[in-house]
């Protein structure tokens, strides 16, 4: 995609929306600061209700400018982790030595599972 076509295709996508919302959230705010005015104690609240929104919306316009879809950075963070996970499993671990507690440990607990498996006794009826 050519620079010329990211710009328009950013400006009609991103910045746009985010003049509406921003222009919604202006005009919001001046008719509940005016009922507010007026007495209605509850416009309070939506009187700053609205900037929080308009807040949050240039927060996500910014997180969309600079890293683009929230799911394609998840996907890349992931798959950037596999590649590195199956570069580790090509490169053979060698064990120096076998740690003897760890071997009398692991047939401790084979013995046990034999003979008290998980989930109780096979047969028993309950």
Known sequence: MSVSTQRWKDAWQLHL???IVLAFCCYATVIEFNRAQEGVTRAWVYTFQWPIIGIFAIVV???Y???GSLTKSIS???RDRAKKFESMEEEPIARESVDPDELAWKEHLAKMRREDPPGGPSGVNS
Request: hydrophobic share 35%.
């Open 17 to 19: 929306p985010l003049v």
């Open 61 to 63: 316009w910014n997180r």
């Open 76 to 78: 890349k963070y992931f």
């Open 65 to 67: 400018r600079k890293h």
